[in-house]
């Protein structure tokens, strides 16, 4: 019983030995500066850790300014105006402005779904309006 033991602390120390070893050489490889390109051609310098967190800052900022545009575009298609200067991502609420001169803030998919709620209360849009 007793060398039963010792062969399975043997086994486990070899196991735990053999973790330490992957995360030494893991942690090792994700510090060092690669060379990394996108599907669009932009190529940049990263380490492995922050490649597999951030992607193409490029075509973010480029995807960044044409949901800004397809806002602007959608506000005006309803008379009104997007007044925040960027789109920053999906849970950052921007400034619009309708065509009545309401103020609000409020997420960009909401406003896709809703447009101004102060007019809304006042039924001041058709009623047969997508917004």
């Not at 062969?7 to 330490?20: D, F, G, N, S, V």
């Not at 599907?39 to 193409?56: F, I, K, M, Y």
């Not at 075509?59 to 575009?73: M, N």
């Not at 007044?83 to 309708?98: G, I, K, R, Y």
Request: proline content about 2%.
């Amino acid at each position: 019983m007793h060398t039963e033991k010792s062969k399975h602390a043997l086994e486990r120390e070899a196991l735990m030995a053999l973790a330490a070893s992957y995360r030494t050489q893991r942690a090792a490889a994700s510090d060092s500066i690669e060379g990394w390109q996108c599907e669009r051609g932009h190529a940049w310098d990263s380490t492995l850790s922050a490649a597999q967190n951030v992607r193409c800052m490029n075509c973010a900022s480029q995807r960044r300014e044409q949901r800004t545009e397809r806002l602007r575009a959608l506000a005006a298609e309803r008379g009104g105006k997007l007044v925040s200067a960027s789109f920053v991502d999906a849970s950052t609420p921007l400034e619009w402005e309708c065509a009545f001169g309401h103020s609000w803030q409020a997420l960009p998919d909401h406003v896709a779904r809703r447009w101004c709620e102060e007019c809304a209360s006042k039924r001041v849009y058709d009623r047969s309006a997508a917004y």
